[in-house]
């Protein structure tokens, strides 16, 4: 069979697969598992299956998941950010927008200090996506505006993404931090846009009154409880993210010390009980496999199209326009944008940044600038059908259906690559400033 009908035969199958309303996983590991037999045979898929989804799951990296979700567990039973919205919804006078404001602001935070989009993601949803809904928000745009939060971290550091780019290509990690500092503020402010957007151009088609009906009277939250969750969240904050980007602590630590503060504010409020530990532990067990599923199948996958010389193949279409730098930048672009649509994050930066980097340095492009780039892109593409991984870890952990995330989380890709990528391509200082003051 030539190649090119072969990789149009599993992209059918792919998307055959997610028509008939099979979990991503399953496709994922379905098309992976059955390109490699196809390509290699059953006894390099059998060897491979023996020691790859152990290796991935036995990631150091990877217990931030399961530790920031058992932290959003705790403080979930704790009921202290069901209090913190009804503050800020109380404080805005009713102004549910400003919810959204904060979701985002967190997500932001929490993704950077997780490194995992997939995790923050699912973390963040299972918290957050209630309380949204609770205040006025639709379903799909407090889950979409979720996904988009908790894609961040895969550009605010300490991002998963960048430091393999920095391993990769040999760049200072220190100082790919550094230079992500100004686009991730900026994502951030424009997920922020998008989101308010979506959000009043909704409450204009529903009626304002139900809208902005209080889910709690003002009596069931005093003024002394008020100030005890003020102060318990600004604690909380303080200790894990000053800990984190003062070095005191690694991010897997900083997840450990979350959970372990999360659990002394539910002792704190009295909120603990045999439940309270059934609740908590059996919902991060869910949550965690469910997001490690996606990222062992999506490495299998990965592993299939590395196996296939996909990359490559298109690499050797795209040789002949290496005279024409920003026509070539585009389609790298492209490329990894594809990419990041069908795999986790760090498996297209080791799959596929080895075999672009020699065109990369052709072409004389700044690596510290394109290193940014490439994590501005894969926030995008962690975003967009048919294989957003945020989105799919949100439609997990809230049971919004993936179809009406898709829609929303589209509008939120489509302006993030305009603006974003526009404004680093006609002002490359915007990565390089910082850096160059280090």
């Not at 997920?191 to 902005?212: G, T």
Request: with cysteine.
């Amino acid at each position: 069979m030539p190649i090119e009908i072969f990789y149009l035969v599993i992209f059918a199958l792919f998307l055959i697969f997610l028509l008939l309303g099979m979990h991503i996983h399953t496709v994922l590991l379905s098309i992976g598992v059955l390109g490699i037999i196809i390509l290699e045979g059953p006894s390099y898929i059998t060897t491979f299956m023996q020691v790859e989804p152990y290796r991935v799951i036995a990631s150091y990296t990877l217990t931030t998941i399961p530790l920031f979700v058992l932290m959003a567990q705790f403080i979930v039973q704790s009921r202290i950010v069901s209090d913190l919205y009804l503050i800020v919804y109380k404080l805005s006078k009713g102004k549910s927008g400003l919810l959204g404001v904060l979701s985002v602001v967190i997500g932001a935070f929490l993704g950077g200090v997780s490194g995992s989009t997939t995790g923050s993601s699912a973390a963040l949803g299972q918290v957050a996506v209630p309380e949204l809904r609770k205040h006025g928000f639709r379903d799909d745009i407090a889950g979409s505006t979720i996904a988009a939060a908790g894609s961040l971290s895969g550009i605010i550091p300490p991002s998963i993404v960048l430091i393999l780019y920095g391993v990769v290509t040999e760049t200072p990690i220190g100082t790919l931090f550094i230079g992500a500092i100004i686009p991730g503020l900026i994502m951030t402010i424009v997920i922020i846009l998008v989101m308010l957007f979506l959000y009043n151009r909704d409450i204009k088609k529903r009626s304002v009154d139900i809208l902005n009906e209080p889910a709690r009277t003002t009596e069931d939250l005093s003024l002394s409880r008020s100030l005890i969750v003020i102060g318990i969240f600004l604690a909380i904050m303080a200790v894990i993210f000053g800990g984190i980007y003062s070095g005191t602590f690694t991010p897997t630590e900083a997840g450990a010390i979350g959970a372990i503060l999360g659990l002394l504010t539910a002792f704190f409020l009295g909120k603990v009980n045999k439940q309270f530990f059934i609740n908590s532990f059996s919902g991060t067990i869910k949550i965690s496999s469910m997001v490690l599923l996606i990222m062992v199948t999506a490495q299998i996958f990965g592993r299939f199209i590395t196996i296939s010389q996909l990359p490559r193949e298109l690499i050797g279409f795209l040789g002949p326009l290496i005279e024409y730098p920003v026509l070539m930048l585009v389609f790298i672009c492209f490329i990894y944008f594809v990419l990041f649509m069908f795999i986790e994050g760090g498996a297209v930066i080791i799959m596929a940044t080895p075999i672009l980097l020699p065109i990369i340095q052709e072409m004389n492009v700044d690596l510290l600038w394109f290193g940014i780039l490439v994590s501005v892109i894969c926030t995008i593409g962690l975003l967009t059908p048919p294989v957003g991984l945020s989105v799919f870890a949100v439609s997990g952990v809230t049971g919004i259906s993936i179809e009406r995330l898709f829609i929303q989380t589209s509008i939120f890709a489509v302006v993030l690559a305009i603006v974003v990528c526009g404004l680093m391509i006609a002002f490359p200082p915007i990565v390089t400033w910082l850096p160059s003051l280090m």
